[in-house]
């Protein structure tokens, strides 16, 4: 079969991402630059600035002096590089050979692909609407050669597709340019009046050779297809997935285990190999019926134990339903995690009991749900609603200790609710209060503990906390919002102590 190659070319590739984190940037006119030979360089232009002329390599003061109201921001060539990566990961529904064109394109390998589309008319124009439907600025072509369909989006017609073998006739009346030579060498080639791809057909071999050197000639010969290319193509994240064919279809609860105990060695096996250990993972039974029977579960740690991740499924094995059998095994592990070596040492030292911990709450979170358990960590903030976050992992480290020198309730109130109080005089705890419909008589009370936001955070008044204690003996977390003598001070309940 021919090769068939597909070349997109994202013209505006750096401002169209910035377009698409900031949607106001649309129509206005803005660049990105750099600092090249101690000046500011335009590196991208936005669509609107290349209607103004604009174009990179041009020098910002110039550019403002032209447009007064141009926004500039830095580049970050960085990013751009991984957007074109994602990019072709992503067009791995297209073709399982795209590849990377730096700086603003990608190359595709769709050789045998296009029939899927209903020809390549079809396939092109479904890639240049999913693109444009997402932001994209892009032009593309279709050609037997690399660097004739890279030739074609850039300096031909927007969707062409050049016929097999046809690439003489279509790169004839293209500028040099389009052969991917270096400045030095199309430089001289303008001196000599070339300026036409079809000229230099008519000039010998060896005298391109010897005005050109060997550059010209492979890059000419890789457009005509008389000298090879190939493409680098990028590589689709690692598949952890095992499959397990059953010789007979499998009716029976001891089967299954069997199965997937089968299945967690062999992927548990790889995970050892490559340091990494399953979050999430799913384990599915393809009937003889064709329907599809799965489970799932997850860890609080990437685990690759697998008698403790076949715990896991155990629980929800009841749950498949063989009917006329099972045919088909798959485990896919959906998330996976680095397990490094100091971690697993760490975690498996005997005055250690962190594993057997993550190993309990995950079997709980298999009977109760992995909603139903939550781990807290303290952050740098005084209002008590700010001072935790709540955190996925057991393995993540606290950015600050606990603080433990005040008492503090071990149910906290997501949002402080209002109470109604009645106070004997100012700074003095409440006697009784009102909590939904209820009225609570004070017995016992402590404070009060004055807490304020931080001094570049403070939009309101103090609170001052107040520990108080019912004739039941049960304890709550009241604070007032704002001092007597300052109009009239809330009140709030904010938590239940134990």
């Not at 050979?97 to 190359?107: C, E, R, S, T």
């Not at 009716?251 to 992927?267: H, N, V, Y």
Request: glycine share 8%; with cysteine.
């Amino acid at each position: 079969m021919p090769k068939r190659y597909l070349s997109i070319w994202f013209r505006h590739l750096a401002t169209d991402r910035m377009v698409r984190l900031h949607p106001e940037f649309r129509d206005k006119p803005f660049l990105l630059y750099a600092p090249e030979h101690g000046r500011m360089v335009v590196r991208a232009s936005s669509r609107a600035l290349d209607r103004e002329g604009i174009a990179p390599g041009m020098v910002v003061a110039d550019v403002r002096a032209i447009l007064p109201s141009v926004e500039v921001f830095p580049d970050d060539p960085a990013t751009t590089d991984k957007l074109l990566k994602d990019l072709a990961e992503w067009f791995l529904r297209y073709t399982p050979v795209p590849a990377i064109d730096p700086p603003d394109g990608l190359m595709l390998d769709i050789t045998g692909c296009t029939h899927l589309w209903g020809g390549e008319l079809s396939y092109l124009k479904s890639i240049i609407i999913r693109l444009r439907k997402g932001g994209y600025d892009v032009k593309a072509a279709i050609a037997d050669t690399i660097g004739a369909a890279w030739a074609m989006a850039r300096f031909g017609k927007n969707g062409t597709i050049v016929e097999p073998g046809r690439q003489a006739e279509a790169l004839r009346s293209l500028p040099t340019s389009a052969l991917r030579l270096e400045t030095t060498i199309l430089q001289r080639l303008e001196k000599l009046g070339f300026r036409q791809i079809g000229q230099l057909s008519r000039i010998p071999r060896t005298n391109l050779r010897r005005r050109f050197g060997d550059v010209l000639l492979t890059r000419l010969g890789q457009a005509l297809g008389t000298e090879p290319e190939l493409l680098n193509p990028v590589q689709p994240p690692p598949l952890y997935q095992e499959w397990l064919p059953a010789l007979e279809p499998i009716r029976t609860a001891k089967g299954i285990e069997i199965a997937l105990q089968r299945l967690l060695d062999t992927l548990c096996e790889r995970f050892f190999n490559e340091g990494k250990g399953m979050r999430t993972g799913t384990f599915k039974g393809y009937r003889v019926d064709g329907k599809v029977e799965q489970i799932s579960i997850g860890t609080n740690r990437a685990s690759r134990n697998a008698g403790h991740l076949f715990k896991l499924f155990e629980l929800k094995i009841p749950e498949i339903e063989p009917a006329l059998g099972i045919e088909l095994f798959v485990l896919e592990a959906t998330l996976v995690e680095e397990v490094s070596e100091t971690q697993e040492a760490l975690w498996s030292m005997g005055n250690s009991d962190h594993a057997a911990i993550a190993e309990l709450l995950d079997n709980i979170a298999g009977k109760v749900g992995m909603k139903s358990i939550h781990r807290y960590l303290p952050l740098e903030h005084h209002w008590p609603e700010a001072s935790i976050k709540e955190v996925s992992s057991l393995v993540e480290e606290p950015e600050t200790a606990w603080r433990t020198d005040r008492p503090r309730p071990l149910h906290l109130l997501p949002h402080p609710e209002p109470i109604e109080v009645m106070v004997a005089l100012p700074d003095y705890p409440p006697l009784h209060f009102r909590y939904k419909g209820n009225l609570i008589k004070v017995a016992k009370a402590d404070g009060p503990e004055r807490i304020e936001q931080e001094w570049w955070l403070q939009t309101g008044p103090p609170r001052d906390y107040y520990y108080v204690e019912d004739e039941n003996g049960a304890r709550y977390w009241l604070f007032r919002l704002g001092t007597y003598g300052n109009g009239e001070p809330r009140w709030f309940l904010h938590g239940f102590f134990a």
